[in-house]
Each structure stands twice: as structure tokens, then as C-alpha cells.
């Protein structure tokens, strides 16, 4: 298009005929737009070349004029729809406080189930750690949610509906099986699926396990009530207390109790339990131990019948008398480490393991090394004794057994471990020998036998931790690594588990109480503690915590009081875990403190 008089002879008459009209140019383009107005342009365009406008006075078509403002405001439309338009121009958005969804073609219930389980944005989730079973305070959360849950039925219920009553809550055997609550084994409560036993009459209404009658929260007075109890309730009608004969002089009547709950619930919550035992959370002595080895596989600590306590700290081993406190210097090897350390189970004889694979015998009443044994070709870092029979278990996979009478250097050798062997313990009285190793397998070794008797392998960890119950015949418990953390008690007879105990952390030593059929463990990853346990409950008695690094080693006093632990934090602690063992007098009281002094042989 050019700006001359031909040029603007060539455009349709009816834009010719428009645009000679005077129009507002604020009429074309929208409002506020940033663009110059192209109507503007075009219309200074069709200026005529002699600069100015055609005569009002011609004739104006109104279909014409009518048709082009139809397609302008078109082209004006289209423009609005541009993105250039101005941000201050954003539709707002509105919210709405009530949502009303469509039922229509929903599965409700599919949706509802595939909700994710999210915390609302008020209350953030934390994540927990895992509790274990068997810890303390989860333990007095299950007492007291057991507690709540027996006094809620009692108060509801008031007997009406039979509840099991927890073996903690009721210690005591004498209970009638008649009264109001029944134990979880009564025969005549319903079975799924039913026993193939019949009875040949009825239980008991109030033992039945149906569903309670309709009425069961509607006033009932006393008198008419099935049990015939004479109670009388502070909500009783007028007419039901003139009903009874003579006043209600029952003192444990909830007519008298200024108690919100019953007397049943009261005696419930008043009955004396039985407190744990108390055990002190602090040692009560603590050894500095320099260069004691931070290492899982290594048995470095280790309590005689003397008293006397044997530790091994790099290449030396040193003895500590706890009658004395006198701390004693046992050995000093040449080019040598010390990794195992046990004595003997009577006499001042003590056997060292080194990681040369040598095994070597010292007096230490005389502080002289009697023999040196060889056959090992790696470190030996178990030890176990049996009598004059000396076991020792070692890196090359492989445990010998030595007589310490003979000048052999070892009688039988044992290869089922396909890996270190870590764990190493003779069950004197049953003459059963349990070894674990880094294979996560434990083996049960019929005295000298060359083969297993039996191979468990439920560990998923190296098994380090082993001791027989000095309380009860063939009974084993053995714990597993980090990658485990359980503790498992075998029958040796049958190879069966019958229990077993996740403690959250890697299991490295477990010893049984020599007064008391308890148990001690100590861990490493990732709680460090010493944990005190009541078997066959497995409740914990008391979890102590002190040291700073895994709880490597454990030993226990002759008298079985005292466990003292160590750790690679290099200290060794002295806890007070277990009470003196009671004497029972022979023949009653007087004629006790006369057998006294026969009552022992040697």
C-alpha cells in the first residue's frame, strides 16, 4: 500500500467510504493495550495526497457502514486474546469453602482404601525408631494398656461379658475358674473352628461368648438382677431401696464409695505388684584398659575361680585380684599379639591365644608359661575349656582339640566352619561343645565327636555370643551379629529353637546368672548397652549404658554377682547385675548352722 491518491483509489469503496468518516481511535483499539493502534495507521494511510479528509456531506451507505464495524470489532476481539495483553488484567481465582464431589461412576470404596497414609500438615510425622520387645519402657506400656483395658470391661460390662485375664494381672494360681473373669485356656469358651469334642452340658450363661442382651447399658435394680447381687447403685429408683429389707450395711457397696469406679476396680488397681528388682545404673568401679582391641572377634577378657580377672592388651596380659586390687603383669610376648585369653574352670591355669596361631598355657600363681602349643596356621580367637581338655577355635576355619596331660599338640581337629570361628563354649555337665563363627552358623559338637551333631544356621550374622544354662539341661542361647540382633535359645537334644528375642542392636556376649535363672547380654550397634534379662520371659530386668564404644567383651565374678564388661572406649566397667545366692538350711533353723561346716567335701 502506498500513501498516494492512486493507490487509495484501489481499496473497496465500502473502507473507502468508512474510513473517510471521522472515528475515535481509542474506538478501535482495546483499552490499555501497550501496542500502538494499527487502525490509526491504516487510517492515516487513506489520507487522501492533498492532506485532507472528504467532504461530510457525501452520502454514507448504512449496510456498508454497518458491515465494517462488524469487522472491526472482530479484529478487535482477536487482538484481545493475545498474550500481550497486561499482567495486572489476571483473572483471579476463586475459592470456594465447601466441596461437593460427584458421586456418579466412583468407586468409593476403592478410593478410599488406595489413601495414602499421610499426616496432616499440622501435626508433622517424625520418624521413630524401632522399639524392640524387649525394652523396658515398652514393656510398662503393655502392663499399663493391659491394666486399662481389664478395668474399662470391668466398668462397662460389670461382669457380664467373660474377659481373659492377663497371666501378670492375676499371679495367683488359686484362682477360682468361677468367678467372673475366665483364663485364656477355659474349654468352654468357643473355638474357630470348634473342637471335635463335645460337651455333654451347657456351659454357663455368664461364660458364654455371645453377644451380650440388648439391654446390657438399661437400669436394672439389684433385686431383679440374675446374679442376686444386693448392690445398690447411687442411681437407684426410690422404690427399689424401699424394697429391701433393712438397710444396705455392706462397706463395699458403691452406695458408701466416694470412688468414681467400683470396688472390684479399686481392689484391681490397689493389689500389690510385685516391683523388679532393683540394679544400680552406674558402675561401681572402672578400670582404665590402654590398647584393649576394638575388634568383634577376639575374646580378650576373662574371670578365673581365683578372683583373679585376666585382660589382654596388645602383648601383654595383665592380671587384677578384686580381693586386693593388685594389678599384675602376667606376660609380655615377643612379636606377638595377644587375641583370646580363658582360664581354667578350677586351678590358676590360664591359656592364651595369639595371632600366630599359638596357643600358650601359663601358671599365674608362679607368673611361668608352662607349654606352648602349635597347629593353627592364624589367629586363635576363642578358647574354651573342658576339664584337663583344652579347645581352641581360629581364623583358618578350623577347632582342635588339645589335652593339656599329653605332649601331643592336639587330638582331634574339627572342620565345619567355612569361616572365622568367633565363639566357643563346652557345656560340661551334658559334655556338648558349641561353637559359632562368621559363617552365621552355629554348631552343637557331641565331645570329641569329628562331626556336628546338629548345624543351625537361623542367624543372619556372625554368632559370636554363646552360653549354656548352668539351670537347665541342654538349654543354649546364642546371639547374632548386626546384621541379626536376636538372641536364640536351643534345645541341644532336639535342635529346635524354643524362643527367641530381637534386642534392636548386634549381640556380642551373653552370660547366665549363676544364682538366678537370668541372663546378661551386651551390645554394640548402635546402643552400647548391658541388658539384664528374666528368662523364659524375656522381660528386661535392667539396661545399663556407660560405655562409648561396642560392649566387646564380658566376663562374670566366681560368686555371680559382679559382670564386668569392656569396650574399645578402653575402660572397663564393674556392674552389681545379680544378688547373692541364699543358702537353704538343712533341717530347719538351729540344726542349718550346725551342717553348715559339712556341707562342703574339698
Request: hydrophobic share 30%; with cysteine; net charge positive.
Amino acid at each position: 500500500m502506498t500513501n498516494t491518491h492512486d493507490g487509495a483509489q484501489e481499496l473497496s469503496p465500502i473502507v473507502t467510504q468508512y474510513m473517510d468518516k471521522p472515528i475515535a481511535a481509542d474506538t478501535i483499539s482495546p483499552q490499555n493495550d501497550g501496542t500502538a493502534s494499527t487502525m490509526t495507521q491504516k487510517r492515516s494511510h487513506l489520507i487522501g495526497a492533498n492532506g485532507h479528509h472528504r467532504g461530510a456531506s457525501e452520502p454514507v451507505d448504512a449496510a456498508a457502514l454497518t458491515q465494517a464495524l462488524y469487522t472491526v470489532e472482530g479484529e478487535a476481539q482477536s487482538r484481545e486474546r493475545t498474550p500481550v495483553g497486561s499482567p495486572s488484567r489476571k483473572r483471579q481465582r476463586v475459592y470456594g469453602d465447601r466441596f461437593i464431589p460427584n458421586r456418579e461412576g466412583r468407586d468409593l470404596q476403592a478410593s478410599f482404601s488406595l489413601i495414602p497414609d499421610i499426616p496432616s500438615p499440622a501435626t508433622p510425622s517424625k520418624l521413630k525408631k524401632r522399639t524392640p520387645h524387649g525394652e523396658l519402657h515398652f514393656q510398662r506400656t503393655e502392663e499399663a494398656n493391659r491394666t486399662f483395658s481389664t478395668l474399662l470391661r470391668q466398668e462397662v460390662f460389670d461382669g457380664t461379658v467373660p474377659q481373659p485375664t492377663p497371666p501378670h494381672l492375676s499371679p495367683d494360681p488359686t484362682f477360682s475358674p468361677n468367678s467372673l473373669s475366665t483364663t485364656i485356656n477355659d474349654p468352654s469358651r468357643a473355638r474357630t473352628p470348634p473342637s471335635n469334642h463335645t460337651s455333654t452340658s451347657l456351659a454357663p450363661a455368664s461364660l458364654t461368648p455371645s453377644t451380650p442382651h440388648k439391654n446390657m447399658f438399661t437400669y436394672m435394680s439389684p433385686q431383679h438382677h440374675r446374679n442376686g447381687s444386693t448392690r445398690l447403685t447411687p442411681h437407684g429408683t426410690p422404690g427399689s431401696r424401699r424394697s429391701q429389707r433393712g438397710p444396705n450395711i455392706d462397706p463395699t457397696s458403691d452406695l458408701y464409695s466416694t470412688s468414681p469406679i467400683h470396688f472390684d476396680s479399686q481392689r484391681l488397681l490397689l493389689s500389690p505388684k510385685k516391683t523388679p528388682r532393683a540394679v544400680s545404673k552406674v558402675p561401681f568401679k572402672v578400670l582404665d584398659a590402654p590398647d584393649l582391641a576394638d575388634d568383634f572377634y577376639l575374646n580378650l577378657v576373662d574371670w578365673g575361680s581365683s578372683n583373679n580377672l585376666g585382660v589382654g592388651l596388645g602383648p601383654c596380659v595383665f592380671m587384677w585380684n578384686s580381693g586386693t586390687g593388685k594389678v599384675t603383669r602376667l606376660c609380655d610376648l615377643q612379636d606377638d599379639i595377644v587375641t583370646s585369653l580363658s582360664w581354667i574352670q578350677r586351678g590358676s591355669h590360664v591359656a592364651i591365644g595369639t595371632s600366630k596361631g599359638l596357643v600358650q598355657i601359663w601358671d599365674a600363681e608362679r607368673c611361668r608359661r608352662l607349654r606352648t602349643m602349635t597347629g593353627h596356621t592364624a589367629r586363635v580367637g576363642a578358647l574354651a575349656w573342658n576339664d584337663h581338655i583344652l579347645s581352641s577355635g581360629s581364623r583358618d576355619r578350623s577347632i582342635l582339640h588339645r589335652d593339656v596331660r599329653q605332649p601331643d599338640q592336639w587330638l582331634r581337629k574339627l572342620t565345619g566352619h567355612k569361616q572365622e570361628v568367633c565363639g566357643l563354649r563346652w557345656n560340661a555337665e551334658d559334655g556338648q561343645l558349641a561353637s559359632g563363627g562368621n559363617d552365621n552358623q552355629l554348631m552343637i559338637w557331641e565331645k570329641l565327636n569329628a562331626n556336628p551333631v546338629f548345624k543351625l544356621s537361623s542367624h543372619t550374622a556372625a554368632v559370636k555370643a554363646i552360653a549354656w544354662s548352668p539351670h537347665q539341661h541342654h538349654l543354649l542361647a546364642s546371639g547374632g551379629g548386626t546384621a541379626d540382633r536376636r538372641i536364640r535359645f536351643w534345645n541341644t537334644q532336639t535342635g529346635a529353637c524354643v524362643n527367641e528375642m530381637d534386642t534392636g542392636s548386634q549381640v556380642c556376649n551373653l552370660a547366665w546368672s549363676k544364682n538366678s535363672n537370668e541372663l546378661v547380654s551386651t551390645h554394640g550397634f548402635s546402643q552400647n548397652q548391658i541388658v539384664v534379662w528374666k528368662y523364659p520371659s524375656m522381660t528386661q530386668v535392667a539396661s545399663l549404658t556407660g560405655h562409648t564404644y561396642r560392649v566387646l567383651y564380658l566376663a562374670m565374678s566366681p560368686d555371680g554377682q559382679t559382670v564386668v564388661t569392656g569396650a574399645g572406649d578402653e575402660t572397663l566397667r564393674f556392674w552389681k547385675c545379680f544378688n547373692k545366692q541364699e543358702r537353704k538350711s538343712i533341717g530347719g533353723e538351729g540344726v542349718g548352722s550346725r551342717m553348715e561346716q559339712w556341707s562342703t567335701i574339698r
